[in-house]
């Protein structure tokens, strides 16, 4: 690597590295203000709190590197070309392509970096997140039943409980529902247990009376029941781990996904398969991001001006990539067949870099050679 690469390369990671930082705090503090607000009125230690904001910071930074990169390549290039840097190189003999080689070796690092993210501390965290927020969920959901109060975890249900004994036996329980806009139903049992399953904690009540109240006719149905489940877990918002579980699946498992886990998650191979490749795109759009920034910017070459144009045209390059994204995950959900559709951005992407790299190293492409070295005269 000569003395310009690794002089660019530096001015690249350092600009990376900062911008990474900012992009990541803004998210970071808009996730956590409303997570620590739900964590603290739960009564939930600032140690929970810190947990499951750093579990959430994978990611964060996976949303954050591509834009950060793109960032960094627009700022050093600009700065560089307001300070006559590239032009003075560029006076040396290296061309567009030959200025691109230190661009490329930033979007190598930072794909590197998406990948680990993606195939690796993703699903792991994801994974880690999910059990500890059905922990979390356990210990509210315990929480509910405090002796002797009348306790409301929504508008619509009231609980109340005599007494629990040291075995976790409970007694004299009472559950008071509105079950629609014209039905209240009301749970009585002398005896309630509170059971893990996988579909959540539910209540065994025991010895128990049902009864249905329609507030249209007046009439009230009763049952007596010798044992009845009640799902107390969709009282408090439980995650459920149908949405959640796909991200914390490893990519291997997503581009072959077994009958159990196709059973598990409830969704198509198609569908697991798509994701599975969209990790490894997404990692493709880390390397992507930067050289489309540089592209754009040194097709301008040098302007007193500035370049504010060109970073106009590379933040329009930017959504187009987003657009590019979009369609391509849309038309690969079509058909098995057409998975490589998920790759249509990062392809779009490199195309659309060594094109605008192909018209820099050319300055006549788009404007018309002085008359007289086009007719091979030396004026």
Known sequence: ????????????????????LILVLIYWINRAVSLFDRLIADGQSAWVFLELTSLSLPGIIRIVLPLSAFVAAVYVTNRMSSESELT????????????ARPVVYFGLIVAVLMSILTHVLV?????????????????MTARLFTPGEFLTPNPDVTFYIGEVSPNGEMSDVFISEASSATQRTTYTASRAYLVRTDNGPQL????????????????LLTTDFDDFAYDVGGLIGEVTARSTTVNGL?????????PEILASTRQSALSLKIRGHDRIAQAALGFVAGLLGFS??????FSRFGLWRYIVFAV???ILLKVLESTGTNIARGSEALWPFVYLAGIGGTVIS????????????????PKALASGVTP
């Open 316 to 318: 329009g390059l930017v």
């Open 1 to 20: 690597m000569g003395r310009f690469d690794r002089y660019m390369l530096s001015q690249l990671l350092v600009l990376f590295g900062f911008f990474s």
């Open 250 to 258: 490893s990519t291997w498992a997503l581009l072959n996904p077994t």
């Open 88 to 99: 003075v190189v560029q006076a040396t003999g290296y061309s567009p392509f030959r200025l």
């Open 296 to 301: 754009a910017l040194i097709v301008g070459g």
């Open 354 to 369: 060594l094109a605008l790299l192909y018209i820099s190293s050319r300055p006549y492409f788009f404007k018309r050679r």
């Open 204 to 219: 065994v009540m025991v010895d128990g009376l049902t009864q249905s109240l329609n507030l249209e006719t007046n009439r």
């Open 123 to 139: 699903p792991l965290s994801t994974e880690r997140l999910i059990l500890r927020q059905s922990e979390i969920s356990q210990n």
